[in-house]
């Protein structure tokens, strides 16, 4: 049977960690850009470190953005929903529909 895994080699493992200290705010200015770059903070700071290039990708950013969107749309169709001002579901999985396709496409 093969290994589902393939083992690094020794050189790649990670064997030494450190400790860094950050403000609050600088913190969360790492933690943002990491974020846009689709990487967790350790492996961010790993490659700014080792000069290694972690570009951001605009669509990246935007897909982010449209997600973030979606979100808030679902939050007020539910807030709207039950206060009862709405009663057709149908409109806002349409809108919820929409803007979906619309990230799908900005992925490509």
Do not use: C, P
Not at 6 to 21: A, L, M, P, Q, S
């Amino acid at each position: 049977m093969t290994a589902l895994f393939k083992k690094k080699n020794e050189e790649d493992k990670i064997i030494k960690k450190i400790r860094v200290g950050f403000t609050t705010s600088g913190y969360n200015h790492v933690k943002e850009q990491a974020a846009a770059r689709l990487l967790d903070v350790s492996e961010f700071i790993r490659r700014a470190v080792e000069g290694r290039r972690a570009d951001v990708r605009y669509e990246t950013n935007v897909i982010i953005e449209v997600g973030k969107l979606i979100r808030a749309v679902n939050l007020l169709r539910k807030d709207l929903f039950e206060m009862g001002l709405i009663d057709d579901e149908a409109k806002w999985a349409e809108v919820r529909n929409e803007a979906i396709k619309a990230m799908l496409r900005i992925e490509k």
